[in-house]
């Protein structure tokens, strides 16, 4: 019998890499909340013309990417059903905008999530068929001032705190507008009049888009493609008055904050949702795919799928690719801390290990992180099992349990105390914060 493993394009995480992950979220969680912003989980399946009608028909996640599957009613009275694993979460964050009537309370909607989503494309590293997803959403009516330019800023000026914080250096924000969906269509007829004589020459899914949806050449990643769409026109030279306006706005009060950015004429995201405000953050050490997160705005979405005005702006971080960024850098730096525990406990025979328990939870519940021994093991064992799993070890014998004073070894200095029990707890938290 062949031996199962992982579905090409996904994988197991294991510890230590799990403790990493947890840490970004922990991370994340903490800076969003300064900013106020409040958890929202939707369901990993929608509705296939949620995606269809929000991200566009003509991109590659709908045209290609999305897992579907027929839903079959499972009586007369009821018709089947298209569902989708979502491809991306704004689309589920805007519809449960809609369907709970969040724009009735007047207030900007400051939402972020975490979790897993699904596109079948091709796996490499650092992209999976399933991979989790931190995005945020702004969202709400224009009374509430989700159309300010100020509210974009504020979105790029947290990213650069959460990156910041994570201890991710070197990272680059570029910057673009798409303009209004007036500025695209007039981009659209441009860029469509200039791939005629050139889209010959070009990927078959250039040769497609530059007929059905010209912006999305913009999307290519085909190296030979990339001489051609640099001689395209740029998408500033087809913004309005208000769109440049709000574009500077965004850009001065960035300047204001001393976050750094640079413009990227070029950048124009892969979905067709976005409006004005568009970006990435982008890091070196990932290689060609050098994205790390990306986002924008969104002013028309909630109409486009049946919703009231609601003008918006999110973004999306790969994790898997913020992990590879950061293992790379502490590789680099030699300094990625290995996670042990504040104390492993050795009883002295199996007769120990009911009073070994009870030691463990009692020190677990004060915050310490305690492995628990075998009473069955040599000493020579526990000592080489807890020199691998913590920095300390407690010998917890017959001796230890009458007088009331253990044994505590520092792995790291060598040096042997004898603690007493009533300050153990004192003594392993003084030398955990060392």
């Known amino acids: 019998m062949a031996t199962l493993k992982a579905v090409r394009g996904t994988r197991d995480l294991l ?21 106020n912003f409040g958890e929202i989980r939707t369901p990993i399946f929608e509705d296939t013309s949620l995606f269809a009608r ?4 003509e991109t590659d996640i709908v045209s290609k990417e999305m897992y579907t599957w027929e839903d079959r009613a499972r009586a007369q009275s009821e018709k089947s059903q298209s569902l989708t694993l979502r491809p991306e979460n704004t689309a589920g964050v805007v519809r449960a905008y809609i369907e709970h009537r969040l724009g009735e309370t007047g207030q900007l909607q400051k939402l972020y999530y975490i979790g897993p989503q699904f596109r079948r494309e091709r796996p ?3 992209r999976y068929r399933q991979f989790s997803q931190i995005g945020a959403e702004v969202i709400g009516p224009p009374s509430a001032g989700s159309e300010s330019p100020l509210r974009d800023a504020e979105v790029l000026e947290m990213l650069a705190t959460l990156l910041d914080e994570l201890g991710i250096t070197g990272w680059t924000l570029e910057l673009n507008s798409v303009g209004s969906a007036a ?3 007039r981009y659209n007829e441009a860029l469509r009049a200039a791939l005629e004589p050139l889209a010959p020459a070009m990927c078959a899914d250039c040769q497609r888009r530059a007929v059905t949806n010209p912006l999305r050449v913009l999307d290519c990643k085909v190296p030979e493609d990339q001489p051609i769409i640099a001689t395209l026109p740029a998408i500033s030279d087809s913004l309005d008055e208000d769109s440049r306006a709000h574009f500077a706005a965004v850009t001065a009060a960035l300047d204001a904050a001393g976050v750094p950015y640079k413009l990227n004429h070029r950048l124009v995201r892969g979905l067709d949702y976005y409006t004005r405000t568009t970006f990435e953050f982008t890091h070196g050490g990932l290689g060609a795919q050098n994205a790390l997160l990306g986002g924008g705005r969104y002013d028309g979405l909630s109409e486009a799928i049946g919703g009231p005005k609601a003008p918006g702006i999110g973004f999306a971080i790969g994790l898997d690719r913020l992990v590879l960024t950061l293992q790379t850098q502490e590789l680099n730096q030699s300094s990625a801390p290995r996670q042990v525990a504040d104390a492993y406990i050795a009883p002295l025979g199996e007769s120990i290990n009911p009073a070994a328990l009870a030691l463990a939870r009692e020190l677990r519940r004060t915050g310490l992180r305690v492995e628990l021994g075998e009473g069955g093991f040599r000493l020579k064992k526990s000592f080489e099992a807890a020199d691998k799993t ?29 603690v007493p029990r009533a300050d153990l ?9 060392e």
């Open 15 to 35: 510890p230590p890499e799990t403790a990493l992950w947890n840490r970004i979220e922990a991370t994340a969680r903490a800076v969003f909340a300064r900013y």
């Open 183 to 185: 500025d695209r269509t």
């Open 390 to 418: 913590a920095r300390r070890i407690v010998i917890l014998g017959e001796d230890e349990l009458q007088s009331g004073i253990l044994t505590v070894k520092d792995f790291a200095s060598g040096n042997q105390t004898k």
């Open 124 to 126: 490499q590293k650092g």
């Open 425 to 433: 707890v004192a003594f392993l938290t003084q030398s955990a914060s």
């Open 54 to 57: 929000s991200v566009g028909e």
